[in-house]
């Protein structure tokens, strides 16, 4: 029977993958480490809170002696490490809180890891699930492999850079058994309206601005977010230790044609007129370094463990609007509070 540490599994990525584990291995017991910060949320996880094999714990993994003693009561045999400070624009605001959460608390688990299992790595594994963004910007062409160099652009970018390499060093110097994914852009249920499709859903429903940044000519690569979650159960179980892997679903979009194909999506549901969403679109000042491109090239995943993307883009899409339009409580509960003060200082500056 595998103990199992899942950090941030109240947030998006998290919480499918929470579920994932919690329904297909009834044999595990899934701990679910999570701050509950303003992006952690357990109504994520309703449907699996009574299963017998889950457990929630709330902590912060930058508390160090929390850290210790939790991994000393409960002797993990696997981490899965996605708790981090996740939003670009929010990095811009406030870098340090993105180096305490990211690095330190990353270096905080993997001292606790160590202590633990002191040399005795039979069967112990810690998964970092880190992001494509640590590669930095593309021009018009080229992919992010995995032997890519490393060049943060963004604060955020570069905390998960600095963890990362954390990671690789304890490999390297302690001998502990870890393994990283970068994953490209995700969307999907779940997903906290600051970032960009969730928060046009949003908009669009309330016929707000939608705000795109620049001329809406940068590229993102966008995966289904139980996609992700399901390379995540495939690299843990099968990755070979010590090794990098990337996730994509080689799926380019430019921003502002990604927003046009979700106004025409949401008018469809929503019984408007073609055309009338996109109305609502407003070029608004750029993101400082703004990165122009990401775009992952995850032929090493499909070779070496047979993951493939499941869903085409436009399918995920629907499945996605279809998911926040019936799940308006959701909604209204993570945008009522903290959310409206984060909005009018990130975006009221563009409306009148
Ligand atoms: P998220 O912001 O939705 O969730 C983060 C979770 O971590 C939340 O539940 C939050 O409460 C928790 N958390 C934050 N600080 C914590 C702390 N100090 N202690 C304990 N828990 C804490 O993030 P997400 O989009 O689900 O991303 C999860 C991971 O995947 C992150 O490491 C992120 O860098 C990585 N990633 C995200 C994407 C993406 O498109 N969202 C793509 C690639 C990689
Ligand atoms: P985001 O969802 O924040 O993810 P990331 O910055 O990690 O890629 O943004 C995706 C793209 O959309 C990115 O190029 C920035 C852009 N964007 C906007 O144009 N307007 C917005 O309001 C937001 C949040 C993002």
């Not at 991994?71 to 996605?82: A, C, P, Q, R």
Request: negative net charge; glycine residues 8%.
């Amino acid at each position: 029977m595998k103990k199992l540490l899942i950090t941030g599994g109240a947030g998006f990525i998290g919480s499918h993958v929470v579920r994932l584990l919690v329904n297909k291995y009834a044999d595990y017991s899934v701990y679910n480490l999570d701050a509950l910060t303003y992006a952690g949320n357990l109504e994520n996880l309703d449907d699996v809170k009574r299963a017998s094999n889950y457990h929630f714990i709330k902590g912060d993994i930058t508390d160090e002696a929390f850290v210790d003693e939790l991994f000393t009561s409960h002797l993990f045999d696997g981490i899965i490490h996605l708790a981090a400070e996740s939003h670009v624009d929010r990095s811009i605001a406030d870098p340090l809180s993105f180096v305490k959460t990211n690095i330190i608390g990353t270096v905080n688990l993997l001292n606790a890891a160590k202590k633990v299992w002191a040399g005795n790595f039979e069967g112990k594994l810690f998964y970092h699930v880190s992001t494509d963004e640590v590669y930095g910007s593309l021009g018009e062409s080229g992919f992010f492999l995995e032997t890519t160099s490393y060049d943060p652009q963004s604060p955020y970018s570069a905390s998960k850079a600095s963890s990362d390499h954390f990671v690789r060093a304890y490999a390297n110097t302690y001998k502990l058994p870890v393994v990283i994914s970068n994953c490209s852009n995700n969307y999907g249920p779940n997903q906290f309206p600051e970032k960009l499709l969730p928060l046009c859903i949003h908009n669009i429903k309330n016929n707000k601005p939608l705000p795109v940044y620049g001329k809406g000519e940068n590229i993102r690569d966008w995966l289904y977010v139980l996609d992700h979650a399901r390379a995540i159960d495939v690299i843990f179980h099968q990755g070979k230790v010590g090794e990098t892997y990337n996730i994509g679903g080689f799926n380019e979009w430019k921003n502002l044609d990604i927003v046009e194909l979700l106004c025409d999506v949401m008018d469809r549901k929503l019984n408007r007129t073609q055309g009338e969403s996109r109305k609502l679109i407003t070029f608004v000042k750029d993101r400082a370094g703004h990165d122009k491109r990401y775009a992952i090239d995850a032929s090493k995943l499909k070779e070496e463990l047979g993951w493939e993307p499941s869903l085409q883009f436009e399918e995920g899409l629907e499945k996605t609007v279809d998911w926040y339009l019936s799940n308006t409580n959701w909604l209204e509960h993570v945008t009522s509070g903290q959310y409206q003060s984060y909005y009018s200082k990130q975006y009221s500056k563009y409306e009148d």
